[in-house]
């Protein structure tokens, strides 16, 4: 999916009421690359840090997509937290494999991006199981994943790119 499309889809969504950080700088993404090489975790793809670029992350119905910093509604108290943070986390459970970077999560699922096979994968965090087949872009993956939120129930139409 082109910059263009993800630039509409996150539209979308900041009008459908979802949380949405600010733009990402190069001095946090440099970071962020830094902290996650630090925990020995894997480097952020290319398309995520056009994403980042963009919005430095979200949450949006049970979705979140995590961004180079914590970020906190102010009027919820609901904090998102930041990608180096969750990736630490799983990395010290030893529960993440060794080619998957965590981006986002919803429900009982991970977002992972797998380096192996430069695909992003839905990931059922209880049972370690990949489910479907992988999307070859982070807006591929938003879009599937939040296909249903992102309907529009008056007019029937649903963001398809």
């Known amino acids: 999916m082109a ?11 900041r009008y459908k009421g979802a949380m949405m950080a600010e733009s990402a700088s190069n001095k946090y993404i440099k970071r962020c690359w830094k902290d996650l090489k630090q925990i020995e975790a894997n480097s952020l793809p290319t398309d995520y840090i056009r994403f980042l670029k ?3 992350g979200f949450s949006f119905a049970e979705y979140k997509f995590y961004g180079t910093l914590t970020a906190r509604n102010a009027d919820t108290g609901f904090i998102l937290r930041d990608i180096v943070i969750v990736n630490r986390e799983e990395i010290e459970k030893g529960k993440l ?13 991970f977002f992972v991006y797998d380096r ?16 479907g087949d992988g999307f070859s872009d982070i807006s591929e993956l938003m879009r599937h994943e939040m296909r ?4 529009d129930k ?7 790119g």
């Open 3 to 13: 910059q263009n499309d993800l630039s509409r889809l996150l539209d979308l969504l």
């Open 116 to 131: 192996s096979v430069k695909k992003y994968k839905v990931i059922d965090r209880l049972m370690h199981m990949e489910v």
């Open 148 to 151: 249903r939120e992102l309907e």
């Open 154 to 160: 008056e007019n029937g139409v649903i963001f398809n």
């Open 54 to 56: 963009m919005n430095n």
């Open 97 to 109: 494999g060794d080619d998957h970077l965590i981006v986002g999560e919803a429900d009982e699922d």
